[in-house]
């Protein structure tokens, strides 16, 4: 079964300074990654995805991730951080189940919290 | 461009109710996902239709069921309500051409509170 694991439940970063939120998976294949962000009572909002090509992916609101095959990481990072950044980030990876299934396992999330 | 609708985005039942949860997937998406989303948890999928066809299932209770129409929305059916299915329900969906083949696009959800 493929899992994927999110460390940190928080994670603290102040305004203007780069963050890091951190991701590894565990696939048998190869990964199909995404990152997707919840403001609170709020749905999923996709930031990004890995599925092949530069292991440096470029996703919405200046986001980025960098795919590490040898430490099989998807951490995602943003060179300077805004307060309105402050939400709750979900890693997933796609899982196919067969029957054109592809679900998504999602890590148990990080909370990111931007300090004035 | 159309996103994924879910209605009602809010809904209050008692227990041992039953309730009704739609979701409206993008135009042309042809595969739809259903996830549960529980207080501070993570969304865990449920169960996901391929062309109004079920096409698998993961941690969804007996007491609830679901089905793809011919317009391609989707309907989750619960019944037998217990507090512990106070959750956000969201709806996603994609398409098994294109360019959105690999991404799932996910509705706002829709709030269920059990008492």
């Known amino acids: 079964a493929q899992s994927v694991a999110q460390p940190e439940d928080q994670v603290n970063v102040a305004e203007g300074n780069p963050l890091t939120v951190k991701c590894t998976y565990s696939?048998?294949?190869?990964?199909?990654l995404f990152w997707y962000v919840q403001y609170p009572n709020r749905g999923l909002q996709f930031l990004l995805k890995?599925?092949?090509?530069?292991?440096l992916v470029k996703g919405s609101y200046g986001f980025e991730a960098e795919f590490n095959k040898s430490q099989t990481s998807f951490h995602l990072k943003k060179p300077s951080a805004l307060v309105s950044d402050s939400a709750l980030y979900f890693c997933?990876?796609?899982?196919?189940?067969?029957?054109?299934?592809?679900?998504?396992?999602f890590g148990k999330g990080t909370k990111l919290s931007v300090i004035p | 461009a159309a996103g994924v609708i879910q209605s009602p985005r809010h809904l209050i039942k008692e227990k041992r109710e039953t309730a009704t949860l739609k979701c409206y997937p993008i135009?042309?998406?042809?595969?739809v996902y259903w996830y549960q989303q529980g207080p501070g948890q993570d969304p865990q999928f449920l169960i996901s239709?391929?062309?109004?066809?079920?096409?698998d299932k993961g941690s969804i209770p007996d007491r609830f069921s679901a089905q793809q129409f011919s317009d391609y929305h989707s309907e989750l059916n619960m019944s037998s309500l217990e507090l512990g299915d106070s959750a956000l329900y969201f709806c996603?969906?994609?398409?098994?051409?294109?360019?959105?083949?690999?991404?799932?696009?996910f509705g706002p959800g829709t709030r269920l509170t059990v008492l």
């Open positions: 996603a969906s994609t398409s098994t051409s294109g360019r959105a083949y690999n991404e799932q696009f």
């Open positions: 696939v048998s294949g190869n990964p199909y």
């Open positions: 890995y599925i092949t090509g530069d292991n």
């Open positions: 997933a990876v796609r899982e196919y189940s067969g029957a054109g299934s592809y679900q998504l396992t």
């Open positions: 135009p042309r998406h042809d595969t």
């Open positions: 239709f391929y062309e109004k066809m079920q096409s």
